[in-house]
């Protein structure tokens, strides 16, 4: 049995065998990492009133050669992860961000290292949202080292580094030893943001999902078992420079950042997250492409139709107004969506499926993406999957699902009235056998950033969004006819929504 499909396996939820679980509410997580530091950086206000439509902006490619400064930077940050709705709770108040997150928890974190960014020290801070701060916390410039630790692209120089990491109780409080699949998700929601907002700004970027585990924990001076880095995103600019290649050592991280990231008495550590985390860890010298298809999950289409493209009506929202106007909407109505708006979100899936990172084809090759058809105007009801090498979909089986899946999605009756589900569905077993078990981690942040595309995609068409990773997994399974190594992972609906109803 591979590592991947061994820890899904333990964290599948059974109807019978779950349990409901009371939460420590004395122990409840902090949302906010800080560190006692000095040099803290203020970000300046950032202007949103430029507009882009969506779906030019997933597939524009224009490279400005505006030089990257703070202002740029604090640009990108508030447009990937910023605060973007309030709410009163007893507690106090409390402040949702542009990333989707489950049961918003926010396990996810920003560190930036600089190297050659216009008015800012060449070192490495961490990013606080709540109080938008970059707090410095290592004084060197860190370039030849992560240009060892992470891939790069021929002829170009890194400018900057985005590192997105993960924090495990946050997730793991409320979900226990299943949060690493949550955590993972989170991720990609954020990289997606991510992508968006460079984009925006013109800058080359590439992002990636490999690099040397260890030496990128060592760099910002993570607790390994509390916090573990999931993906770096490069600026670049082009350079005829090259890369040194000899070994570059760090200075020790002092010991204030240490503590800083030192898990608290009260934090659970659950071995079946530690196991399948380190067991995908990548130590090797080299980064080689590694290709492959889409593995077999068991199913496969009758007929197919292609995607068809539709212009932009006046109604849509423009980015970044949809980004930020994103919200979980769970009070689906059971009205009909016309077939150009199940269109305008293929096609913007299609678009972004073409912009995952290209060093290896192991990101999209680990992922199914299916999509069950409940009340769209012109589209039979029923099972579709989707094939972006062909931009087109294809009939599985007729039927309407979306009351039996919100069944198996522990009798969340609020989806039978979405108008589509889109699914995310990988073999385990098989992207394990191919790319080894940091394929697992490939599969969920793709799965993540596809799913924050139907987000903000949704929130632009005027519709509702909510996604949903809690299901019965074998229930699941069998609904959808699935090979035994084959498993529904992550569930979006989409659809007309009766009021504000938010949650993450």
């Known amino acids: 049995m591979t590592a991947s499909i061994k ?10 065998l779950l349990k409901g679980r009371a939460l420590d509410w004395e122990n409840q997580p902090d949302l906010y990492k800080s560190y006692s530091a000095k040099g803290l950086i203020n970000l300046s206000k950032t202007n949103f009133s430029s507009k882009y439509n969506l779906w030019e902006l997933s597939e524009t490619k224009s ?21 973007t709705a309030k709410a009163r709770h007893a507690t106090g108040d409390f402040y949702y961000r542009g990333a989707a997150s489950a049961g918003a928890l926010y396990p996810n974190e920003i560190y930036l290292g600089t190297y050659d960014v216009h008015g800012l020290r060449s070192c490495l801070y961490h990013y606080g949202i709540k109080h938008r701060q970059l707090t410095p916390i290592r ?26 990491t993960g924090i495990f109780f946050r997730s793991s409080w409320k979900y226990r030893e299943r949060a690493y699949r949550y955590v993972l998700l989170d991720a990609g929601h954020l990289i997606q943001n991510i992508f968006w907002a460079i984009t ?34 490069h600026l670049t600019k082009k350079s005829a420079v090259p890369t040194l290649n000899s070994k570059v050592n760090l200075f020790p991280s002092s010991k204030t950042i240490i503590k800083s990231s030192q898990a608290p008495p009260h934090e659970v ?64 109505i059971n009205r009909s969506i016309p077939r150009k708006q199940l269109m305008r979100l293929l096609e913007l899936l299609d678009l972004e499926f073409r912009q995952l990172p290209s060093d290896t084809d192991c990101y999209s090759a680990s992922v199914s993406i299916g999509f069950l058809a409940n009340n769209i105007e012109g589209v039979e009801p029923g099972f579709y999957l989707l094939d972006f090498n ?38 385990f077993s098989a992207i394990d056998e191919i790319w080894g078990p940091r394929s697992y981690r490939y599969a969920m942040m793709t799965a993540g950033r596809i799913g924050q595309s139907i987000y903000v995609g949704s929130t632009a068409l005027g519709m509702g969004c909510c996604g949903i990773g809690a299901l019965y997994d074998y229930e699941a399974q069998s609904l959808l006819d699935l090979s035994e190594d084959a498993f529904l992972y992550y569930l979006v609906a989409v659809g007309p929504v009766k009021h504000k109803s938010d949650t993450g």
């Open 63 to 83: 490279i400005t050669d505006n030089k990257t400064d703070l202002n740029l930077l604090a640009k990108i940050l508030d447009l990937s992860y910023s605060f």
């Open 139 to 164: 004084e060197e410039n860190c370039i030849h080292f992560v240009s060892q630790a992470t891939p790069k692209a021929e002829g170009c120089e890194l400018v900057a580094t985005l590192f997105i």
């Open 390 to 427: 062909r931009h087109c979909f294809g009939l599985v089986k007729s039927g309407s699902f979306t009351a039996a899946m919100a069944s198996v999605c522990l009798e969340q009756h609020w989806l039978k009235n979405a108008s589509v589900h889109f699914l995310f569905i990988s073999n």
């Open 7 to 16: 820890y899904h396996i333990e964290t599948c939820y059974d109807r019978y």
């Open 269 to 332: 550590v659950y071995d079946q997250i530690d196991d399948i985390h380190w067991t995908g860890a990548m130590n090797i010298d080299l980064f080689k492409p590694v290709t492959g298809n889409i593995p077999s999950i068991g199913i496969q289409p009758k007929t197919w139709q292609p995607i068809q493209k539709y212009k932009k009506t006046e109604s849509e929202m423009d980015y970044p107004d949809a980004l930020l106007f994103r919200r979980s909407k769970r009070n689906f």
């Open 200 to 233: 925006s700004t013109g800058v080359s970027f590439s992002c990636h999902y490999d690099f040397h585990d260890k030496n990128i924990s060592d760099l910002l001076g993570l607790d390994e078992k509390r916090e573990v880095c999931l993906a770096c995103v």
